[in-house]
């Protein structure tokens, strides 16, 4: 079964590698539990001590509502202002 590859930009509230770093930990246990996989991430300075966040996670191409849950539960975290999915392409 195909792969499809999902990127997407996330923003915290608070600045700070320590905010980025619990962030990133949640998104690996939320892919996981939706059946996706973390593959990969980049943290970009925005400025002044705020970074953002690039990650790319996998799941199947035959799993349709995984991107909406997967943002639902990442919007819900209390350290992430807005996530943005940046592109989409098949693995």
């Known amino acids: ?3 499809m590859g999902l990127i997407y930009k996330i923003n915290p509230r608070e600045p ?13 246990e939320i892919a996981e539990e939706l059946g996706g996989e973390f593959l990969d991430y980049k ?20 799993d349709e509502v995984f991107p909406s849950k997967f ?3 990442i919007s819900n975290l209390g350290e ?3 996530i943005e999915n940046v592109g989409m392409t098949r693995l």
């Open 80 to 82: 992430v202002s807005s």
């Open 1 to 3: 079964m195909a792969k």
């Open 43 to 62: 943290i970009e300075p925005i400025a002044f001590g705020l970074y953002s966040v690039t990650i790319l996670v996998s799941v199947d191409e035959s």
């Open 16 to 28: 700070g590698k320590e905010t980025i770093d619990s962030i990133i930990y949640k998104i690996k």
């Open 71 to 73: 943002e639902s539960n």
